[in-house]
């Protein structure tokens, strides 16, 4: 196949920061995706509705002129975090989730929650407004294998929590292990997950093999390809709980490439791009709609796109950078090759 046309995606995890960074990559996501989940964790994090809506504002306004493209957006669940904000959220059409990052688990999760019980009352409002809950789903004890941090956190923090909120609606971000597929599987309806293309595409001999190359650093960190396997079954089955997430996170070349690289991949500038090399590799183009563009939507109780894309398979080089002189950023895959190209239909 040559050419596919599919409704216009969702990005149902996306990073794209603030200031002159979110003004470089923005545009990226909006040729592509008609509408995406924004991550809160800025510095400092989006932890109110007001904060999350002056920050939709200032995605709006980097946008191209023409763009239609609809910003989703989550709060920073804290232990600050009080009921009263739940209830706005509720209430609120802008905003869409709280997002739980384990103290220092990931980029800016200093202030994430270092004590899930500690959280319960929220936990319990959020399950009865029907608000859900995007979990970062790592342990951050240094004691934990950086490889197993996951499955941990599985085994022994989400697996009390679905079993005691098992209303609560609960997305599994960036999924990594066969351990964490196999949990969403045996979960209620309630349990969904998002994939991203550097787990589906990469094991983690791309990190370390023949050197480090930070531009595949991410958390959490690629596994054994065993796990990548796992991950790849998941996306191509048609099973309407996993779904596309890219978690793409730009972050400034020069903080890549240090003695201590940020973790995060940037995607964002080729994402359908690289999924479509995914599913075709797998003979499974045609499940490719269903992940992209219609099972994140469902979850979230969103209308459907009516916009189409077209994904033609056309050779192109991966630009070496993006950005402006002094900003520069990085991509995935930097000056390689892809074999498809995105276009509005």
């Not at 934990?144 to 009390?160: W, Y």
């Not at 690289?274 to 939507?297: P, V």
């Amino acid at each position: 196949m040559d050419s596919l046309t599919i409704t216009q995606p969702d990005d149902c995890h996306l990073h794209v920061r603030t200031g002159s960074v979110l003004k470089s990559v923005i545009a990226h996501t909006a040729r592509q995706f008609g509408r995406a989940i924004i991550m809160p964790n800025l510095k400092p994090p989006v932890t109110t509705v007001e904060q999350a809506l002056a920050y939709k504002q200032e995605i709006l306004s980097a946008l191209p002129a023409d763009s239609t493209f609809k910003p989703l957006m989550t709060l920073y669940l804290t232990g600050n975090t009080s009921v009263a904000e739940v209830e706005k959220v509720a209430a609120c059409d802008a905003v869409h989730a709280f997002k739980l990052y384990p103290a220092g688990a990931t980029t800016h999760s200093e202030q994430g929650v270092a004590d899930i019980k500690s959280i319960y009352p929220l936990l319990a409002s959020m399950e009865e407004l029907g608000v859900p809950l995007l979990v970062h789903g790592e342990v951050t004890d240094q004691a934990s294998d950086i490889f197993d941090r996951e499955k941990i956190f599985i085994e022994t923090i989400l697996s009390a929590v679905t079993q005691k909120f098992p209303c609560l609606r609960i997305v599994l971000e960036h999924l990594t292990t066969l351990e964490a597929v196999q949990f969403v599987e045996a979960a209620n309806a309630n349990v969904a997950a998002t994939i991203t293309p550097q787990h589906l595409l990469f094991n983690r001999n791309r990190i370390l093999a023949g050197g480090i190359r930070p531009h595949f650093y991410c958390l959490p960190i690629l596994k054994r390809e065993q796990h990548r396997l796992a991950l790849l079954a998941a996306a191509t089955s048609g099973n309407p709980k996993f779904f596309l997430g890219t978690d793409s996170a730009p972050h400034l070349t020069e903080l890549k490439e240090n003695s201590c690289g940020c973790a995060g991949c940037y995607t964002a500038y080729a994402a359908m791009e690289l999924y479509a090399e995914i599913f075709a590799q797998a003979d499974a183009l045609d499940k490719l709609e269903g992940f992209a563009s219609f099972f994140g939507a469902d979850f979230y109780g969103l209308p459907r796109n009516t916009a189409k894309l077209i994904l033609k398979k056309q050779p192109w080089t991966v630009p070496v950078h993006y950005g402006e002189p002094g900003q520069y950023i990085t991509p995935l895959l930097a000056g390689e090759t892809l074999r498809w190209q995105a276009a509005s239909a």
